[in-house]
């Protein structure tokens, strides 16, 4: 499974189904646009505490474990997008959308948690 992040990734979003994925026996590759494997990311963390909207902090480091220009769609059984800051810019970068359009041509599961739809 590919799961595609970036700085300020959702915490819970991209740590939770990475060790859900990995306990399941799945292969679990995370990436991000202009980073290698063994870089880090820093993730946030939203929560409701009683305003209007939710309040963001800084999550954890996360180490990615793959290489986003060595990504390929036939190397995956599926393809994850976490929500959070990252795909309000992720979106915006040509060879992310080529690589999640090669997931959906190749008809295979694209799964994405709040704003990773974006």
Not at 36 to 55: C, V
Not at 87 to 97: A, F, G, S
Request: aromatic share 10%; hydrophobic share 40%.
């Amino acid at each position: 499974i590919l799961i595609l992040a970036g700085d300020f990734t959702e915490d819970y979003e991209l740590m939770v189904p990475f060790q859900a994925l990995k306990m399941l026996g799945y292969d679990v590759a995370v990436v991000c646009p202009d980073k290698r494997a063994g870089d880090k990311i820093a993730t946030a963390i939203h929560d409701f505490e009683g305003d209007q909207t939710y309040s963001e902090k800084r999550g954890h480091n996360f180490q990615l474990n793959a290489t986003f220009d060595e990504a390929k769609e036939a190397d995956f059984a599926g393809l994850l997008i976490p929500g959070g800051r990252s795909p309000e810019y992720l979106r915006l970068n040509p060879k992310v959308l080529l690589l999640v359009r090669d997931f959906f041509t190749a008809n295979k599961p694209v799964a994405a948690l709040c704003h990773g739809v974006q």
